[in-house]
């Protein structure tokens, strides 16, 4: 490792870095604005400038930006330089002479970047009495608002949103010193990564829009560490909550899962929890007073538990306490996913390809780093936009691998890379349905049926592994994309093969895993991902649980049935005729839920939850990590509690056992590790609920928090009693331990001269790597070398029936989310439901886009606006799938299609 002296003080410092993460990583407090961890340098702030010398005899030394220094061995700075000081307090006095005086009401108060490093540099005064420079705003959408005049022209917004996410619509404007930050003309920003541009940002220009409605100091909120709700992959967030009311998402720092950043879905998709459509009350129906308080519920539930046959339908939305918690209820032969046979067949065919130990899956920091990338099937842009946007890295990185051979440029010189590289990318072949925003820059796009995209593996494993079987007749198209797509996957030192069940094919996963297979027999360290529809799929398929079908056949059997659905909308996942069967037939039915939807229309009890930002739970990821979200606030109404400590206590009544004390998350998945051996090591995943440091608590609140007396002013003027906390490690006080938490109860980033976002530097072990101590979640998968157990049944080609269309799915992004969908502004972006035939098929039918098509399906008739696709496959009808208020289709199916 190189040594360098700063300030004459020796350090050893990793080799590759340059010098502001040098410091950073060494904890000292060097200013900067253009550089970011993820992003590189570009030097275009000139606010970390240091003094570097010749060598140590060198007393004058010169003026340097310390982002655009590497790291040498013997290198002598200062940051301490009365001249490098002076120069960093003259940049950031000409930045502020146009930056407005407007901190009491921006919106990024408490966040600001720009607050902290003005601090830091002991600029206090202001000698500039002159006109400002002025912009006019734009809109840009339901999510980000924008305020120009704030801008230090740090160039981190279109870094991150053309160059690191792929935007196209926002850019940097300028002529001679007016430079601006947005679009050519107003209109809603097009990445689903915009809402980042919040946190990039080192001042107020963009920030959360949702937030400003209910705008709230960052000091003022309550904040917990949790975990995404809105897809598979199990982003990290810190969730604020003010009032009785989430008000903020923002990014929480997990190196191997989302690093710095978050998709739009999980950023904004929070305001389910605020609805309206919330359950507030426990309902018995068939009374003459519905609603019921505690007491009374528990009166009743003997009646309807004890003696008769209980069956649980489990969800893949629900922590994994709560549905472990119903199959001890219900007893592990009655309890079912509440899924359709071919979903639950697909997600468990994964994790049997997970748990045999063949082939490693990926993290999202490891598909970044891949070489070359192999998406097949999956719409990953839709069903998992931070995979979308780490595959997208690995693209550019490797580009810049190539370069790197033959210039030797490190890898944070972005700028000169970028020059380099130009058009150059890395390996990327994305195979799906129908096109997406990742072809350009793939190197092969194929759309298609399923069936055929399966074929296409196959054949590139047979060339990868040729003891496996070739493609029959297979087409010329198909022989050429494999053959390519396999030489190339060969050439690759770290190649990554993603699937997943969105498309509904077996095949598909049975490819996926060959192709991986095989490459791992070469000797490469070969990843293998799959994603899953909802944030504890994984989860729940790990409980080997039967399908919805099966509950079916027992309630059509047993006239005396009791089902306890837990979080779960059948209406969205079983076809709609399945579901009033199902519900027909049941004795009582019991419901735990979040809000008012189909289902709990249909309850005989039904009982409010806690949400995520409510009640404390664990999440499986798709790659297998266990990870717990805490709850950042506790309803004061204590009938809002989670669905396991609910269905603990009807398993008491059941049961007739002598409960004597609330239970804890860690005692359910302490049980959950004895009952199933694939979740060993899931007890340890977080410390105790009875860990402490030094006696104490960690707290939720920053040390700034205020107003607590204030907030119930209008009922007394003395301070009430702090919320207890018996579930975790957290206070819901500013009281408490002051240090550095285990990675896993970090409620905010926050240290001294540091309140923005950029404070998690000091919880790292070196600038943009792994939180110190490690960072949060347990793998539940490992690689263990197993030998392969091939897949040799190749499917035949996809082809056309007279007078019957293969239906699929298509999923949103922006629509699709079964609780995004209550924040006002993802609403306002979703699409409207359309049917998608080729220009054939339509003309068969006789019809044009715009028409309606009757679907005919599950003996019912659907009908969606028609459009046409120069991409769609002749035989094949797609359908916007998800949205609100839609049923589930039999996906996969024949239909009828008529005019």
Not at 219 to 237: E, F, K, M, R
Not at 461 to 481: F, I, Q, W
Not at 694 to 709: D, K, L, V
């Amino acid at each position: 490792m190189p040594r360098i002296y700063i300030d004459n003080v020796p350090f050893e410092v990793k080799a590759g870095k340059n010098l502001l993460e040098a410091c950073l990583s060494l904890g000292i407090d060097l200013p900067y604005f253009c550089w970011h961890p993820a992003m590189g340098s570009i030097g275009a702030c000139r606010q970390c400038a240091v003094k570097v010398y010749k060598d140590a005899d060198d007393t004058k030394g010169r003026i340097m930006m310390s982002c655009m220094e590497s790291v040498k061995d013997d290198l002598h700075i200062s940051v301490c330089d009365p001249g490098a000081k002076a120069f960093r307090a003259q940049v950031i006095e000409w930045l502020m002479t146009n930056h407005p005086h407007d901190c009491p009401v921006c919106d990024e108060g408490g966040s600001c970047h720009l607050q902290d490093v003005t601090v830091m540099t002991g600029h206090d005064y202001r000698r500039y009495e002159f006109k400002k420079r002025t912009y006019t705003n734009q809109y840009l959408g339901p999510l980000i608002n924008h305020e120009m005049n704030r801008c230090i022209q740090c160039y981190r917004c279109v870094r991150f949103y053309r160059d690191y996410a792929g935007g196209k619509d926002l850019n940097v404007f300028s002529a001679h010193n007016h430079v601006y930050f947005g679009r050519e003309k107003d209109g809603v920003l097009q990445s689903p990564f915009s809402g980042n541009l919040a946190e990039v940002c080192p001042t107020g220009v963009f920030t959360d829009k949702t937030l400003k409605e209910h705008y709230t100091r960052k000091w003022d909120l309550t904040n917990a560490p949790a975990i995404c709700q809105h897809c598979s992959l199990g982003c990290n967030v810190i969730a604020g909550e003010r009032y009785g009311q989430l008000r903020s998402i923002v990014n929480r720092y997990n190196s191997e899962v989302n690093g710095y950043f978050l998709c739009d879905k999980g950023r904004f998709g929070y305001e389910f929890v605020n609805s309206e459509n919330r359950i507030t009350q426990t309902l018995i129906r068939h009374r003459t007073a519905e609603a019921v308080d505690e007491n009374t519920l528990m009166n009743y539930l003997p009646n309807i538990l004890i003696g008769h046959t209980v069956i649980g339908i489990g969800s893949p939305r629900a922590s994994i306490e709560s549905n472990y918690a119903l199959m001890e209820l219900a007893g592990k032969e009655c309890f079912y996913q509440g899924l359709p046979d071919n979903q639950v067949f697909l997600q468990q065919k994964i994790v049997d390809i997970l748990s045999a130990g063949t082939v490693h899956t990926p993290s999202l920091k490891e598909i970044e780093q891949a070489d070359a990338v192999l998406v097949l099937g999956e719409d990953i842009w839709n069903t998992a936009p931070v995979m979308a946007l780490a595959v997208r890295q690995s693209v550019m990185k490797t580009a810049a691998a190539h370069v790197q051979e033959q210039v030797p440029l490190p890898g944070w010189h972005d700028a000169a890379l970028k020059e380099l590289a130009q058009e150059s990318k890395g390996f990327l072949a994305n195979m799906c349905v129908l096109p997406s925003p990742l072809d350009e820059i793939a190197a092969c796009q194929v759309h298609g049926a399923p069936d055929d995209m399966a074929r296409l593996g196959f054949q590139i494993a047979h060339l990868l592994n040729n003891t496996l079987p070739a493609v029959d007749k297979a087409s010329a198209p198909l022989l050429h994309n494999a053959t390519m797509i396999s030489q190339q996957l060969l050439l690759a030192k770290h190649p990554v093969i993603i699937a997943g069940t969105s498309a509904g094919s077996e095949a598909l996963i049975r490819a996926a895993y060959d192709i991986a297979a095989s490459l791992q027999n070469n000797e490469q360290r070969t990843g293998l991902a799959f994603v899953l529809p909802e944030c504890n799929s994984m989860g729940l398929a790990m409980t080997g649980a039967s399908s919805f079908e099966k509950a079916l056949a027992i309630v059509e059997k047993n006239p005396d049935v009791t089902a306890v659905i837990l979080e779960n909308d059948l209406y969205r996942n079983i076809p709609a005729d399945m579901a009033d069967t199902f519900f027909s037939k049941c004795r009582q039915l019991v419901v735990l839920d979040t809000l008012h939807n189909r289902t709990t229309e249909k309850a005989d009890v039904l009982i409010p939850i806690a949400t995520f930002a409510e009640g404390d739970g664990t999440f499986i990821n798709n790659e297998g990590r266990a990870q717990r979200s805490y709850q950042v606030f506790m309803s004061p109404d204590k009938a809002l509690k989670e669905a396991f400590k609910w269905l603990f206590e009807m398993k008491v009544i059941r049961r007739a056992i002598s409960n004597g004390h609330d239970v804890h998350p860690d005692e359910m998945l302490a049980g959950l590790e004895r009952a199933y051996p694939l979740f060993k090591g899931i007890a340890d995943v977080v410390p105790s609920h009875a860990f402490r440091i030094h006696g104490s608590r960690i707290p939720r609140e920053s040390q700034r928090y205020s107003g607590r007396t204030a907030m119930q002013a209008n009922k007394a003027v003395s301070e009430p009693k702090p919320l207890q906390d018996d579930d975790s490690p957290l206070s819901f006080t500013m009281e408490g331990y002051r240090g550095m938490p285990p990675a896993p109860l970090i409620p905010y980033f926050w240290a001294p001269g540091w309140n923005s976002g950029q404070a998690v530097n000091k919880y790292q072990q070196e600038t943009g790597g792994a939180l110190k101590g490690g960072d949060p979640g347990i793998r539940l998968f490992r690689a263990t070398g197993a030998t392969p157990a091939w897949f040799q049944d190749i499917p035949d080609a996809f082809t056309a029936r007279q007078g019957k269309w293969f239906l699929l799915p298509q999923y949103q992004l922006f629509g699709s989310g079964e609780l995004s969908i209550y924040t006002k502004g993802i609403a306002a972006l979703s699409p409207a439901p359309k049917a998608l035939l080729s220009a054939k098929d339509a003309a068969l039918l006789n019809m044009t886009t715009g028409d309606l098509l009757s679907v005919q399906t599950d003996n019912r008739t659907y009908q969606f606006p028609l459009e046409t696709s120069d991409h769609m496959q002749d035989g094949i009808v797609i359908l916007t799938a998800g949205l609100k208020g839609m049923e589930s289709l039999s996906w996969g199916t024949w239909v009828n299609l008529f005019k």
